[in-house]
């Protein structure tokens, strides 16, 4: 009944707005080698399985996992797809980990691979067709295209977030300073950091504040860029990641909780999540995967965290509501430093998605790079020791939610 | 272009990456038809016809839904319970929207908001009256649903929401 899975390896591919120098598949091979460059004794015949995911309609290219087989070593093994929004990446590698748990014969090494190419398509169009099946509703009754187009900033995430963004301003009374400080720290992050997108070595809060608002309360230099890129994670059971690498990281609770959606509501009747930044998928998510994983005291035993923001006000609000900080509390730790680099709990050194953003991808690297921190060979690597980390994802309107809790010991769930 | 919409953007290190061969394509989609069943709204469209507002209840878990919902999420029964629903409400959250004018080229400052009805328990996205100034929407606000006079028996009758003055003590934020 079930296996302990570890983390033998991740790479990712260099992030920028156009990687006009790849094509789809050549942008997922490059991850792959630089995974297989942190786990020497690993080769692609040594994987048995693999699992792959991104966002169809955002590059005009339906089922291109059927492109991209030779590309990652797939020809003749087991391949499965998986797709779920913004928290692709994250579905991809809690796919990856449920393969190798699964315990099947001669499915051991499962390489778990997420990707987006979002300079080959128009971003906003894809998200309009995830949108509108369930939003057209409105047409019916009577809500013409235009004007719903305009309720939701033109079907763009930002149009939800801000929404979320203005409760949690209200109800922590924090002001847009706050916030760009969170954006200052991502982007200083993402410029030590090799595969990141955004890197802005030398952000300061002023020259966030001069830029003008894409929606209030978030402005143009608080939000998310669209990337190319692709990152890849190597799942194996616990025995083998021993020989793969030195220090395998354990996956010890994985969560992916969905709530009612928030803002957009279900069928036009409207949404009862009264309020937006309240998010108890998160808190259920992080209940579930802290319970696998034995945590009790999430902020006393977690050492690094990589949440999936990309907006500044929702890597407050994450962290809060996945027990690493006390409601409300968040904008004061981070003004303290305390998530900075140096701080006792730093949170998304890699800059995060605010500075990074390939769709697909970002939720898997989130978990890909807090496993690197554990192993040590993260780009950014903080100098304090990481034993327990956590990656989320986001996903949806305002309701998917998906973590994994990492640790170097295992936790044995199965005896 | 107005000074709202400029874009104004931060420097960051970028690399030049070689250009490959690019052949642009465009999806020609077929149309789609979309089902929907709209059954347990007919009442609630019939009402909005003689400016009332009605809401289903869930007869387990006590929650009003407005506008009507089909099933609750949360019970797994269908509401079946008949509740009026005031006209007043207040604003849950906002966001402000400067997106331009298809006719005019004009960006216009809009508030979006989700309005909270008293006596319900969801909320859903609606606009604010244009005579509202912009910045002073709060969170909290007290308004009030706008009818249009022409209505069809549709979410469209209501046109927007005004702001409604209400001294009463049972408004819990002020600004």
Redesign the interface.
């Known amino acids: 009944m079930g296996r302990q899975v570890a983390i033998a390896s991740a790479g990712f591919s260099?992030h920028?707005s156009?990687?006009?120098?790849?094509?789809m598949p050549e942008l997922v091979s490059e991850a792959i080698e630089d995974c297989l460059k942190n786990a020497p004794s690993v080769e692609l015949g040594d994987i048995d399985a693999f699992v792959n995911g991104n966002m169809p309609a955002f590059e005009?290219s339906n089922i291109p996992e059927l492109w991209m087989t030779d590309w990652m070593g797939a020809r003749n093994k087991p391949l499965l797809r998986v797709t779920t929004g913004g928290t692709t990446g994250g579905s991809v590698a809690i796919s990856g980990y449920y393969t190798v748990a699964a315990g099947l014969p001669g499915v051991d090494t499962v390489l778990a691979v997420a990707f987006e190419q979002q300079s080959q398509g128009d971003t906003s169009v894809g998200l309009a067709s995830v949108a509108y099946?369930e939003i057209?509703?409105?047409n019916?009754?009577?809500?013409?295209y235009?004007?719903i187009s305009?309720?939701?900033?033109?079907g763009a995430a930002i149009?939800v977030a801000?929404?979320?963004?203005?409760?949690y301003m209200?109800k922590t009374r924090i002001s847009e300073e706050d916030l760009a400080r969170v954006v200052v720290q991502n982007?200083r992050n993402a410029?030590k950091t090799w595969w990141a997108h955004?890197?802005?070595?030398n952000?300061t809060i002023e020259?966030?504040l001069?830029?003008?608002?894409?929606?209030?309360?978030l402005r143009?230099?608080m939000v998310c860029p669209a990337s190319d890129g692709a990152c890849v994670m190597l799942f194996t059971t616990e025995e083998k990641a021993k020989e793969m690498c030195d220090i395998p990281v354990y996956v010890n609770g994985v969560a992916s909780v969905a709530n009612?959606s928030a803002?957009?509501?279900?069928?036009?009747?409207?949404?009862?999540?009264?309020?937006?930044s309240m998010q108890l998928g998160a808190i259920r998510s992080s209940e579930l995967a802290y319970k696998q994983a034995g945590i009790s005291f999430p902020r006393k035993e977690i050492d690094y965290a990589e949440v999936y923001a990309p907006f500044p006000n929702q890597q407050l609000l994450w962290t809060e509501k996945l027990g690493l900080f006390e409601e409300g509390t968040a904008p004061a730790m981070h003004e303290a430093g305390i998530t900075d680099f140096n701080g006792e709990l730093p949170v998304n050194c890699s800059g995060g998605v605010n500075s990074t953003n390939a769709i697909g991808a970002s939720a898997m690297e989130r978990p890909a790079e807090a496993a690197l921190q554990i192993m040590g060979k993260a780009s950014n690597q903080v100098p304090k020791t990481v034993h327990t980390s956590i990656g989320s994802g986001w996903g949806g309107s305002l309701n998917l939610i998906t973590l994994m809790a990492m640790s170097d010991q295992p936790q044995r769930k199965w005896r | 272009m107005s000074k709202m919409t400029q874009r104004k953007s931060l420097d960051y290190v970028k690399k030049e990456y070689v250009r490959t061969r690019t052949q642009p394509g465009s999806w020609y989609l077929s149309s789609y038809n979309y089902k929907f069943n709209i059954t347990h709204m007919k009442p609630f469209l019939a009402k909005l016809k003689e400016k009332k507002l009605v809401a289903n209840q869930c007869s387990s878990c006590n929650r009003v839904f407005f506008p009507p919902r089909l099933v609750c999420g949360k019970c797994l029964v269908k509401p079946d319970k008949w509740v009026d629903i005031r006209e007043t409400a207040s604003v849950s959250t906002y966001a402000i929207s400067y997106l331009k004018d298809p006719e005019t080229g004009e960006v216009q400052e809009r508030p979006m908001v989700l309005v909270h009805h008293d006596g319900a328990d969801t909320v859903s996205i609606a606009e604010l009256s244009p005579d509202v100034n912009v910045k002073d929407t709060y969170v909290g606000m007290p308004i009030i649903a706008h009818w249009k006079d022409e209505r069809v028996g549709g979410l469209v009758d209501i046109e927007y929401y005004d702001k409604y003055k209400d001294d009463s003590d049972d408004i819990r934020y002020k600004k």
Do not use: F, H, W
């Not at chain 1, 305009?150 to 033109?154: C, D, I, N, P, T």
């Not at chain 1, 801000?162 to 409760?167: F, I």
């Not at chain 1, 955004?198 to 070595?201: A, D, F, I, S, T």
């Not at chain 1, 803002?263 to 937006?276: E, F, N, T």
């Open positions: 260099e920028a156009k990687r006009s120098d790849v094509s005009g099946g057209s509703i409105l019916t009754l009577g809500i013409p235009e004007r305009r309720l939701l900033s033109a149009g801000a929404y979320q963004a203005t409760t209200n982007r410029a955004l890197k802005m070595p952000l020259e966030v001069d830029t003008p608002y894409v929606q209030y309360p143009y230099g009612e803002v957009l509501g279900y069928d036009g009747s409207g949404s009862a999540q009264i309020d937006p």
